[in-house]
């Protein structure tokens, strides 16, 4: 397989065989991410990924799992991306599901034709970044997306089929827009009734800016932050997942069933006095 550096996929695709389709996001401006910024967005060579994926196929048949890369793989051209899942229906013969991360305006921009014939050649896990459901944070953070956008998109997607895994970045809001992060978070995922739900911690990347007057968030307010969330959540049949290294502490479980024992942990840690409630605490090894 060929990759060019840096490649990014979500923790739950450590088992999948990925396939770069393009490089870079075609967006890049939000002030929270790092991941592509020294990355100039382009699409892989065409006949280059119909042979790797054939090469791929003879080498590794028995693959069940593929994730395509880069970011927002759903805003290639639906011809081009049908084109990449016939091909890689066809080079694995046990394949179950194929995944990518994709952002509320490319899905929008997707017909119900488009999407459902997308669906039917096993493309089944869009890997969304809601962030805040504060259109305000949003904006100031420069990322190029509605939140009514989005909770449409997740709606949409989810209703023909797809399973969509939102992501929110806890601290966000930082200091000053601790309550209208947490808020509008709550109302946008009750709306969305997403299948998949991640809580990150928001901690600010060397080379990005933040805003100005931003004050983040300490690592005992940013626990609070994630319980207070929790606590409003009235989501269906979701899975929940806190279990990224920027996390303080682990969670996972399923709403609405696991909803109280969560809520149990995280009361119990924020009294514990292992929390930092002046600083970030212990910053993950890979910042």
């Given at each position: 397989m060929k990759y060019e550096e840096p490649l990014?996929?979500?923790?739950?695709?450590?088992?999948?065989?990925?396939?770069?389709?393009a490089y870079g996001c075609p967006h890049n401006r939000c002030r929270f991410c790092g991941m592509y910024k020294t990355v100039r967005y382009r699409l892989r060579n065409r006949a280059e990924v119909l042979a790797e994926i054939a090469g791929a196929g003879k080498a590794r048949p028995d693959t069940r799992r593929v994730f395509l890369a880069d970011g927002d793989v759903?805003?290639?051209?639906?011809?081009?991306?049908g084109e990449y899942l016939e091909a890689i229906n066809a080079a694995f013969p046990h394949l179950a599901r194929i995944n990518l991360y994709a952002n509320g305006s490319s899905i929008a921009l997707k017909s119900e034709e488009e999407l459902r014939r997308l669906r039917a050649l096993r493309l089944h896990t869009l890997y969304v970044g809601l962030e805040s459901g504060s259109q305000n944070i949003l904006d100031v953070f420069s990322k190029s997306e509605s939140v009514e956008e989005m909770i449409a998109a997740v709606r949409r997607a989810q209703a023909l089929g797809f399973r969509c895994s939102v992501m929110i970045l806890i601290g966000l809001g930082g200091r000053s827009f601790r309550r209208e992060h947490i808020a509008a978070t709550i109302h946008a995922l009750n709306r969305m009734q997403p299948k998949l739900l991640s809580a990150l911690r928001f901690i600010s990347l060397p080379g990005l800016p933040l805003p100005e007057h931003y004050l983040p968030v300490t690592e005992f307010e940013a626990v609070e932050e994630l319980r207070r969330i929790i606590a409003g959540l009235e989501l269906e049949h979701?899975?929940?997942?806190?279990?990224h290294a920027s996390n303080p502490i682990p969670l996972d479980g399923r709403f609405p069933a696991d909803r109280e024992r969560l809520l149990a942990e995280l009361e119990a840690d924020l009294a514990s006095g292992r929390l930092d409630q002046n600083g970030p605490g212990s910053i993950p090894m890979f910042l």
């Open positions: 990014f996929r979500p923790p739950a695709e450590a088992g999948s065989l990925i396939f770069q389709v759903m805003a290639l051209p639906s011809n081009l991306l979701t899975v929940f997942r806190a279990d």
